[in-house]
């Protein structure tokens, strides 16, 4: 396990990588040349065999330990061996049915109505579809700083990189607000005393003057902005934000992809701000480590014409066995989830807030459950983004046996499965510590 192996610089790794940069068009790769092989519970083990502690539960897909369960596998296994793919929106199982009636009982009162595809961008594109057919009105309120896919009409709500958009555009449909992103308040306000100054700017300007309200069919938010930096609301926003709504009688979809299904303690994370949004979307850790996308709506809101929407593969049986897995495991446990979520929570955003104090580069530590951040800049007078003293700690933690992931544009999230015992994730943060300690101190011979 020396440092050099899990650098990628002996053993397997290198070879494999130079191959997949010989044939795979380029995604989001980071930095440190993680080649996976294997995993369970809160470790992962690359191709050579180092061990690592999982801070990334694999982009908050696995929520409930790396490589799910035996259960989960267990239920997969067994439905593969009767039928995988049942093409459910043309033919009719079982399965899919029992799932989202187990799924119906943890939403709010009224829903709903489920239609099951294959990815969160999947989710999104259906959640934008069906807001339009529901209402009878076209266009789309999303905030700058969301990520809600990549595909053409999830990419028109997408503004967290522009990279993500390039060549795509224009995206006549879709109206982009200001996210209350209070570190960086992009109204040069603060919180309290601002007042909610960015939902007093959706109503005196897109609501104004680019739009009339009668035409916007929905409004996208994720509950916590993921890919954007994992930044998190004043409590009282989306209650705020909701009366506008209600007043023109514009849906709120809340995008659960990445922070909903207890990842945050509760199973939706818009509950953590006491509003019940009128379509919600899933993926990620729904599909207990296969592919899963979900779209849930209220009843009030009817169903949609037949033929109007449809896809092969969602509902697919092997993924619904161990879906249905997972969540009845959920289902047993949801008191105790809950509680442990907040407790380990508590456990590391209360380490995160102490070097926050005591490290120049930390500018701010947020979020709810282990849904955690860190974000970091050049010092805390200037607030200065710091992406490449955020790489440094992403190497360096890498090196010393820690797998994490960023966001935003100097942000490291702190996503461990919600089952990581204590001593695993006191030890993750102590190697994200030391890696925080060593580039604060290269950083302040530089300033």
Known sequence: MGK?????????APGIIARDNAVMIKTTREPYNFVADHGSEEF??????????????FISVYNF?????????????EQSSKLMHSAFTDYYAEPPVKFAESLISFMPKGFGRVFFSNSGTEANEAAIKFSRIFT????????????????????????SKSVQRAYNGPFPDVIHVPFPYCYRCPLKQTYPDCGFACIDYIKKYPLSKEVDPKEVAALI?????????????????????????????ILLISDEVQAGYMRTGKFLAMDNFGVKADIYT???????????????TDKRLGNIPEGSHANTFGGNLAVIAGAQAQLDHISRNKKK???EVAKKGKLAKKRLEEMQEQYEIVGDARGIGLMLAIEIVRDKGTKQPAPDIREKILMESFANGLL??????????????????????????DILERAISKANVESAKRR
């Open 44 to 57: 992962v083990y690359d191709i050579d065999g180092n061990m690592f502690i999982d801070f990334s539960s």
């Open 4 to 12: 050099e192996s899990k650098k990628g610089n002996k053993g397997k």
């Open 404 to 429: 994490m992931l960023p966001a935003g544009e100097s942000t490291i999230r702190i996503i461990p499965p919600l089952t990581i015992p204590d001593h695993s994730l006191t030890k993750g943060l």
């Open 282 to 296: 899933m993926a990620k850790s729904v599909g207990a480590g296969l592919p899963l996308g979900v779209t849930i």
């Open 337 to 339: 989830i809950s509680e």
């Open 65 to 77: 330990g790396v490589n799910s369960s035996d259960a989960v596998r267990k239920a997969i296994a």
């Open 136 to 159: 009878k009105r076209n266009y789309t309120i999303a905030f700058y700083g969301g990520f809600h896919g990549r595909t053409k009409g999830s990419l028109a709500l997408t503004a």
């Open 221 to 249: 938010s994720e509950p916590i902005q993921g890919e954007g930096g994992y930044i998190v609301p004043p409590k009282d926003y989306f209650k705020e934000l909701k009366k506008v709504l209600d007043e023109h009688d």
